[in-house]
């Protein structure tokens, strides 16, 4: 859990929401003790939708799941 003076929360509250990632919350302590939290807000909405891939061309290797011989003394 990160901490910020008040002060540095007043020069710099715009980054300081923007750099939250979800679930992480931020002190904010005013004489070194704490007097709020700020917690990013859950997400509403997702960038990409499920299938809108479906008719993109991908490639696979016809080995991509065979053993990789880095790792054949563990596989005996």
């Not at 859990?1 to 540095?8: F, K, L, P, Y």
């Not at 704490?34 to 080995?63: E, F, N, V, Y």
């Amino acid at each position: 859990m990160r901490t910020v003076s008040i002060e540095e929360a007043q020069a710099k509250l715009p980054t300081l929401i923007h750099d939250l990632l979800q679930g992480e919350d931020l002190v904010i302590t005013e004489d070194g003790h704490p007097i709020a939290m700020l917690t990013r807000s859950p997400r509403t909405s997702w960038a990409c939708q499920p299938g809108s891939a479906r008719s993109k061309q991908h490639w696979m290797a016809d080995d991509f799941d065979a053993p990789l011989e880095d790792f054949k003394e563990y596989m005996e």
